[in-house]
Nanobody, 122 residues
Framework: VQLQACGGGLVQAGGSLRLCCAA?????????VGWFRQAPGKEREFVST????????GYADSVKGRFTISRDNAKNTVYLQMNSLKPEDTAVYYC????????????????WGQGTQVTVSS
């Protein structure tokens, strides 16, 4: 499966953005999808994950209550709605696909999108 992240941009603190992750291939529903982010000088970190049919989700503590992950398998797309954004959310955001759900380690994911920049100004 090939993934392409989109929807990044520049927003003021307190604002919102919605990221998308568009997938190719007819087996998209066979994969759980995760979002990771990497800020300059920092390691890539887990943000959120959604199960194969979207009925289960998981979040890092740093984004819980502010971010919402969802998916539309008919459109082969996963979304990450980001509200109440903070400057510390600034990073390149990556979507990734895994055969297994509830994985928070990047090594558990087999396919990666190219990343999209999110910048939150204070």
């Amino acid at each position: 499966v090939q993934l392409q992240a989109c929807g990044g941009g520049l927003v003021q603190a307190g604002g919102s953005l919605r990221l998308c992750c568009a997938a190719s291939g007819r087996t998209f529903s066979s994969y759980a999808v995760g979002w990771f982010r990497q800020a300059p000088g920092k390691e890539r970190e887990f943000v959120s994950t959604v199960s194969w049919y979207g009925d289960s989700t998981g979040y890092a503590d740093s984004v819980k209550g502010r971010f919402t992950i969802s998916r539309d398998n008919a459109k082969n797309t996963v979304y990450l709605q980001m509200n109440s954004l903070k400057p510390e959310d600034t990073a390149v955001y990556y979507c990734a696909a895994s055969r297994y759900y509830s994985r928070s380690y990047s090594s558990d994911y087999d396919y990666w999108g190219q990343g999209t920049q999110v910048t939150v100004s204070s």
